[in-house]
């Protein structure tokens, strides 16, 4: 199943959307509802997990540090 990643030309909101390569539905952004959003390239190969969190708690954050 492929996972593309859009961004949205309005609000420049970047999501992803999981699309058939056969049906082109209209993609319409999350943020706003835009339908002009641009569809990335080379999205599918660096598949961010977990990283929705833009504060970068990666270490120190919730460990039982005593
Ligand atoms: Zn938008």
Redesign the pocket.
């Known amino acids: 199943m492929p996972l593309f990643e859009f961004t949205?030309k309005?609000?420049h909101?970047t999501f992803e959307e999981i699309t058939s390569s056969t049906s082109r539905k209209t993609i319409t952004?999350p943020?706003?509802g835009?339908h002009d959003v641009q569809k990335l390239v080379s999205a599918t190969v660096m598949t961010r997990k977990g990283s929705s969190l833009t504060g970068g708690g990666s270490c120190g954050g919730s460990g039982g540090f005593s």
Do not use: G, H
Request: glycine letters at 0%; hydrophobic letters at 10%; a neutral charge.
């Open positions: 949205c309005a609000c909101e952004c943020k706003c835009s």
